[in-house]
């Protein structure tokens, strides 16, 4: 398999270095700056960035070729250019960034994601608030047999193309990617909606959404539901994959006439999609990306999943990467994001048409001071490209930071340039090739304490193309201070180089791409889905071929990289889902078109392969876990996800190098995905327990209780002191506008019946805050180890209208001033037809329902299931009065005070064609005030 990473042509390039030479001495604080960064010391460096009119050029500018490091932009039209990075700072405020002109677009522990100017980069790094920059990294793109492989067809039924069952009713399911074809019918409900939430594209200029839940996210253009059912959403999915991605999670296969055969795992979740790029995106993007799915998730009080279907192999594959350490910030109880494992491996799977391995990672361990490793990288033989720094081979290199080694790298024609710890950054011009050498010149990475190495061979003008034939990289232990243990990875290569790999003492592990790292995230290989299929064309078959249900070649194999005695390795990735030959969504925007080869016979659905595929997989299923419990940890997930996955004849077999197979292992994880074992291991839902006034089995109706029971527990040893409970809004209202008043009671007993006596706190509304309530001044101690049940008691006003959907997220904050270790996340049930929290107003085959009659208030709310034909209100004397026109679903409020004239008092009769039958309903309006 040939890997290449070329240059994106778009205008946010990765391209960043210093001129080869002088040689630059680091900077006194440069070991908390990224080594890609380091260029950004030097103003004159800085200065020739921005007397350059298009960044596209930088690449020959900066005379190094970085295609995947280092991600700069320019607004429109401006002349100041910005780099993204992430900052560690060891404060809450991220006024050490913007007071130098960043923009702060990402805020997870301590990291703050940013846009600095060039010119800024050097302050902040004098900064003593900075802990250390990072730049942000350059990120790629990584079902009907499927659905079988992986059980989900058996927890879940399809009739007229309505699904019930395990489907994902209530859960987010969020992705970043390259778009989403919104128009496709797939991601719509029977009725033609869209079951998009929200779009929000990055790479175009527009509305962005704004403060949400706190963060403002000031770039970009958002489509709201209404805009995208009107037709009016300006994203495009040029490069599918964002389609393809989101159909295997969350498609319902509804498109094409097929009968839902390529229907996703979650069918009835709602989406929301970022759209980062066409083909290549910003790891800062794709945090920022991940916070904005949470926040929209937290205000609409839901649960959210987030699919991850791009990688790198630039990376310490320790988990300690910024983006890695956001993504575990931001991860918590209903907030899950999974990862795809990469497609950087070499596994020896194919029955016919195997190529030879091709490996692109290696490590040693070096015992005794003047010991020696060598690898060899060949070159074969290649058309170099006009001009210059676009034919490269780079590399990565950790190492312990407490050990010292010399790097060497020799030519073809044995030619040599060696730099040793510490030494200045420097390169060095040969007719076979320039070299670049960055030995840890910095010190140690404050990331994780580790020495970081750039090795790089490519074209420094037309005449220097790496040549032909064998290098060598030699590696020579001058000082052991801790495990002597160094790995490499060839993490990019130009197109011209694609063939370039690590032939001799090479191996095929530790190559699961960051951020599948994080310690929280999911990570998912792929297996082989199939090997055959119909399309447009006819019939075909894959030319290397492997086993169904076998590993496929690509899929990268962990575990993650040990730092010494401070991050042991982890088992990475924890499980596999098909991906390999999978059909899914086909974007009508993609461009260019997809091979008729591989789109399906309906001509709305296209296979791809990659771990890109299988990661969506288990992204759905971690959605219908979260159906079933809201409140589910990255954790708890995870356990559920290895403790059920299924094992067969190729799951015990590793093929990462130097490791054993067994359960789990660094090639499949702990096996093959299982949703309905999952679903039968899942903790059962978060419901109140049965009782008079209790949801189970209750409708929710206007003026009625619905009780929510929920514990909270102490958190410390020592135990805790309960200082407030915090109540978040619902899905389609802020909790204000639909709620009368909250009563918080205690349930001792855990009947979950609401007592007769008086409540412990009672709040009507107005809230203060609109989206959310807290009850506060509680002061309660929670003894160790200790918790409490409380009910809090829901008394809905007469804003109800049909089909609406109520849902409560509610967190306890302890003494400490720290969120309760078990928060409890919940929705209160209602029995209709599976939707979580909604409404069922209409009753007895009722298919009208008028909110009050006589209208006292000044405004009436009309509900019904099905849209009418026609609405309008008659006066006794048979004048039509007013014609109800561009009727929404499930019912509307009328203001009768906003009428122009005034309507009087008196009564009216209001005629409604609903289908085939005409009602008649009379209706009083008394005194509505003006």
Same mark, same amino acid.
């Given at each position: 398999?040939?890997?290449?990473?070329?240059?994106?042509?778009?205008?946010?390039?990765?391209?960043?270095?210093?001129?080869?030479?002088?040689?630059?001495?680091?900077? +006194?604080?440069?070991?908390?700056?990224?080594?890609?960064?380091?260029?950004?010391?030097?103003?004159?460096?800085?200065? &020739?960035?921005?007397?350059?009119?298009?960044?596209?050029?930088?690449?020959?500018?900066?005379?190094?070729?970085?295609?995947?490091?280092?991600?700069?932009?320019?607004?429109?039209?401006?002349?100041?250019?910005?780099?993204?990075?992430? $900052?560690?700072?060891?404060?809450?405020?991220?006024?050490?960034?913007?007071?130098?002109?960043?923009? $702060?677009?990402?805020?997870?522990?301590?990291?703050?994601?940013?846009?600095?100017?060039?010119?800024?980069?050097?302050?902040?790094?004098?900064?003593?608030?900075?802990? %250390?920059?990072?730049?942000?990294?350059?990120?790629?793109?990584?079902?009907?047999?499927?659905?079988?492989?992986?059980?989900?067809?058996?927890?879940?039924?399809? =009739?007229?193309?309505?699904?019930?069952?395990?489907?994902?009713?209530?859960?987010?399911?969020?992705?970043?990617?390259?778009?989403?074809?919104?128009?496709?019918?797939?991601?719509?409900?029977?009725?033609?909606?869209?079951?998009?939430?929200?779009?929000?594209?990055?790479?175009? +200029?527009?509305?962005?959404?704004?403060?949400?839940?706190?963060?403002?996210?000031?770039?970009?253009?958002?489509?709201?539901?209404? $805009?995208?059912?009107?037709?009016?959403?300006?994203?495009?999915?040029?490069?599918?994959?964002? =389609?393809?991605?989101?159909?295997?999670?969350?498609?319902?296969?509804?498109?094409?006439?097929?009968?839902?055969?390529?229907?996703?795992?979650?069918?009835?979740?709602?989406?929301?999609?970022?759209?980062?790029?066409?083909?290549?995106?910003?790891?800062?993007?794709?945090?920022?990306?991940?916070?904005?799915?949470?926040?929209?998730?937290?205000?609409? /009080? &839901?649960?959210?999943?987030?699919?991850?279907?791009?990688?790198?192999?630039?990376?310490?594959?320790?988990?300690?990467?910024?983006?890695?350490?956001?993504?575990?910030?931001?991860?918590?109880?209903?907030?899950?994001?999974?990862?795809?494992?990469?497609?950087?491996? =070499?596994?020896?799977?194919?029955?016919?048409?195997? =190529?030879?391995?091709?490996?692109?990672?290696?490590?040693?361990?070096?015992?005794?001071? /003047?010991?020696?490793?060598?690898?060899?990288?060949?070159?074969?033989? %290649?058309?170099?490209?006009?001009?210059?720094?676009?034919? %490269?081979?780079?590399?990565?290199?950790?190492?312990?930071?407490?050990?010292?080694?010399?790097?060497?790298?020799?030519?073809?024609?044995?030619?040599?340039?060696?730099?040793?710890? /510490?030494?200045?950054?420097?390169?060095?011009?040969?007719?076979?090739?320039?070299?670049?050498?960055?030995?840890?010149?910095?010190?140690?990475?404050?990331?994780?304490?580790?020495?970081?190495?750039?090795?790089?061979?490519?074209?420094?003008?037309?005449?220097?193309?790496?040549?032909?034939?064998?290098?060598?990289?030699?590696?020579?232990?001058?000082?052991?201070?801790?495990?002597?243990?160094?790995?490499?990875?060839?993490?990019?290569?130009?197109?011209?180089?694609?063939?370039?790999?690590?032939?001799?003492?090479?191996?095929?592990?530790?190559?699961?791409?960051?951020?599948?790292?994080?310690?929280?995230?999911?990570?998912?290989?792929?297996?082989?889905?199939?090997?055959?299929?119909?399309?447009?064309?006819?019939?075909?078959?894959?030319?290397?071929?492997?086993?169904?249900?076998?590993?496929?070649?690509?899929?990268?194999?962990?575990?993650?990289?040990?730092?010494?005695?401070?991050?042991?390795? &982890?088992?990475?990735?924890?499980?596999?889902?098909?991906?390999?030959?999978?059909?899914?969504?086909?974007?009508?925007?993609?461009?260019?078109?997809?091979?008729?080869?591989?789109?399906?016979?309906?001509?709305?659905?296209?296979?791809?392969?990659?771990?890109?595929?299988?990661?969506?997989?288990?992204?759905?299923?971690?959605?219908?876990?979260?159906?079933?419990?809201?409140?589910?940890?990255?954790?708890?997930?995870?356990?559920?996800?290895?403790?059920?996955? &299924?094992?067969?004849?190729?799951?015990?077999?590793?093929?990462?190098?130097?490791?054993?197979?067994?359960?789990?292992?660094?090639?499949?994880?702990?096996?093959?995905?299982?949703?309905?074992?999952?679903?039968?291991?899942?903790?059962?839902?978060?419901?109140?327990?049965?009782?008079?006034?209790?949801?189970?089995?209750?409708?929710?109706?206007?003026?009625?209780? +619905?009780?929510?029971?929920?514990?909270?527990?102490?958190?410390? +040893?020592?135990?805790?002191?309960?200082?407030?409970?915090?109540?978040?809004?619902?899905?389609?209202?802020?909790?204000?506008?639909?709620?009368?008043?909250?009563?918080?009671?205690?349930?001792?007993?855990?009947?979950?019946?609401?007592?007769?006596?008086?409540?412990?706190?009672?709040?009507?509304?107005?809230?203060?805050?609109?989206?959310?309530?807290?009850?506060?001044?509680?002061?309660?101690?929670?003894?160790?180890?200790?918790?409490?049940?409380?009910?809090?008691?829901?008394?809905?006003?007469?804003?109800?209208?049909?089909?609406?959907?109520?849902?409560?997220?509610?967190?306890?904050?302890?003494?400490?001033?720290?969120?309760?270790?078990?928060?409890?996340?919940?929705?209160?049930?209602?029995?209709?037809?599976?939707?979580?929290?909604?409404?069922?107003?209409?009753?007895?085959?009722?298919?009208?329902?008028?909110?009050?009659?006589?209208?006292?208030?000044?405004?009436?709310?009309?509900?019904?299931?099905?849209?009418?034909?026609?609405?309008?209100?008659?006066?006794?004397?048979?004048?039509?009065?007013?014609?109800?026109?561009?009727?929404?679903?499930?019912?509307?409020?009328?203001?009768?005070?906003?009428?122009?004239?005034?309507?009087?008092?008196?009564? %009216?009769?209001?005629?409604?064609?609903?289908?085939?039958?005409?009602?008649?309903?009379?209706?009083?309006?008394?005194?509505?005030?003006?």
């Amino acid at each position: 398999m040939r890997r290449f990473r070329p240059v994106s042509p778009a205008l946010v390039v990765a391209a960043l270095a210093a001129a080869a030479a002088p040689p630059v001495r680091a900077q +006194a604080p440069a070991q908390k700056l990224d080594p890609l960064l380091r260029p950004l010391l030097d103003a004159a460096v800085v200065a &020739r960035i921005d007397r350059t009119s298009r960044i596209e050029a930088l690449r020959a500018v900066l005379q190094r070729p970085l295609p995947e490091a280092v991600v700069l932009r320019r607004d429109p039209g401006g002349a100041e250019t910005f780099v993204d990075v992430f $900052v560690s700072l060891d404060q809450r405020s991220p006024a050490a960034i913007e007071a130098l002109g960043g923009r $702060v677009l990402v805020h997870a522990g301590s990291l703050f994601g940013a846009r600095v100017p060039l010119s800024a980069v050097r302050a902040l790094l004098g900064d003593s608030r900075v802990q %250390y920059i990072q730049a942000a990294r350059r990120l790629k793109p990584n079902n009907d047999l499927a659905m079988q492989d992986i059980r989900a067809s058996l927890v879940r039924t399809v =009739s007229n193309g309505e699904f019930t069952g395990a489907t994902g009713n209530g859960v987010i399911i969020g992705t970043f990617d390259t778009g989403i074809d919104w128009s496709h019918s797939d991601f719509k409900h029977p009725d033609g909606t869209t079951r998009l939430l929200y779009i929000w594209d990055l790479t175009t +200029a527009g509305t962005p959404p704004g403060s949400v839940g706190g963060q403002a996210f000031t770039t970009g253009n958002e489509c709201s539901a209404a $805009v995208i059912n009107a037709g009016s959403c300006s994203e495009r999915d040029i490069g599918a994959h964002g =389609s393809h991605v989101a159909g295997i999670a969350a498609g319902d296969g509804s498109a094409g006439g097929s009968s839902n055969q390529y229907a996703g795992v979650a069918p009835n979740a709602d989406i929301i999609a970022v759209k980062g790029g066409n083909a290549g995106f910003s790891s800062l993007d794709a945090v920022t990306g991940v916070e904005y799915i949470f926040k929209r998730a937290e205000l609409l /009080g &839901r649960p959210a999943v987030v699919n991850l279907s791009l990688g790198r192999l630039l990376s310490p594959h320790d988990g300690t990467d910024a983006d890695e350490q956001a993504i575990d910030s931001l991860s918590g109880p209903g907030h899950i994001v999974v990862i795809a494992a990469g497609n950087d491996g =070499s596994n020896p799977t194919a029955t016919t048409g195997n =190529s030879p391995p091709f490996l692109v990672h290696a490590t040693r361990t070096l015992a005794v001071v /003047g010991d020696t490793a060598q690898l060899a990288v060949s070159v074969p033989a %290649y058309s170099p490209d006009a001009g210059a720094f676009n034919d %490269y081979m780079l590399f990565n290199l950790w190492y312990d930071g407490r050990d010292s080694v010399t790097v060497t790298v020799r030519r073809p024609d044995l030619t040599t340039f060696a730099r040793r710890t /510490g030494d200045l950054v420097d390169s060095s011009d040969a007719s076979q090739g320039r070299i670049f050498i960055d030995n840890a010149a910095g010190g140690p990475a404050a990331q994780n304490g580790d020495r970081q190495g750039e090795i790089e061979m490519y074209d420094g003008n037309a005449a220097q193309a790496p040549a032909s034939g064998t290098w060598v990289i030699t590696l020579r232990l001058d000082h052991l201070g801790g495990t002597g243990r160094f790995d490499i990875w060839e993490w990019a290569t130009s197109s011209t180089l694609g063939g370039a790999q690590i032939s001799g003492g090479g191996d095929n592990a530790y190559v699961v791409n960051s951020p599948g790292n994080a310690a929280r995230a999911i990570t998912v290989a792929a297996h082989v889905n199939r090997v055959n299929w119909a399309s447009q064309a006819g019939n075909f078959q894959f030319t290397v071929r492997e086993q169904v249900g076998d590993l496929a070649t690509f899929s990268s194999s962990g575990p993650t990289r040990p730092v010494r005695n401070v991050l042991p390795s &982890r088992q990475k990735p924890e499980l596999s889902a098909p991906g390999k030959g999978v059909f899914s969504v086909y974007s009508s925007a993609s461009s260019p078109a997809a091979p008729s080869a591989l789109i399906a016979t309906d001509g709305v659905h296209v296979l791809f392969s990659g771990t890109s595929m299988s990661t969506p997989m288990v992204t759905g299923a971690v959605a219908l876990l979260l159906e079933r419990r809201p409140d589910l940890t990255p954790e708890q997930a995870r356990t559920i996800l290895t403790t059920t996955a &299924r094992q067969d004849p190729f799951t015990g077999t590793s093929y990462a190098t130097g490791f054993p197979g067994g359960r789990p292992n660094p090639s499949w994880g702990y096996g093959k995905l299982d949703v309905q074992a999952a679903l039968a291991q899942a903790p059962p839902a978060l419901t109140a327990a049965p009782g008079a006034n209790s949801p189970t089995g209750l409708r929710l109706r206007i003026g009625a209780n +619905a009780a929510l029971q929920f514990a909270v527990a102490a958190s410390t +040893a020592e135990g805790d002191r309960l200082d407030s409970i915090t109540v978040a809004g619902t899905s389609n209202h802020a909790l204000g506008d639909i709620v009368t008043q909250l009563d918080l009671y205690a349930d001792p007993t855990g009947a979950g019946t609401i007592p007769s006596g008086a409540p412990l706190v009672s709040l009507p509304t107005p809230f203060a805050n609109g989206t959310t309530a807290r009850f506060v001044g509680l002061g309660t101690n929670l003894a160790p180890g200790g918790q409490i049940t409380y009910l809090l008691a829901v008394r809905l006003n007469d804003h109800l209208r049909q089909a609406d959907t109520l849902g409560l997220r509610v967190n306890a904050v302890l003494g400490t001033g720290t969120p309760s270790a078990r928060p409890a996340v919940a929705y209160i049930p209602v029995p209709v037809a599976s939707r979580l929290g909604r409404a069922d107003l209409l009753q007895g085959g009722e298919l009208f329902l008028v909110s009050e009659n006589p209208v006292r208030s000044g405004r009436v709310i009309f509900s019904y299931d099905s849209t009418p034909r026609s609405m309008a209100l008659y006066n006794f004397a048979g004048l039509r009065v007013r014609d109800f026109t561009g009727l929404p679903a499930n019912g509307f409020t009328w203001d009768v005070r906003g009428e122009s004239p005034g309507l009087p008092n008196g009564m %009216y009769i209001l005629v409604v064609q609903t289908g085939s039958q005409m009602l008649r309903q009379r209706l009083m309006i008394l005194s509505p005030s003006r």
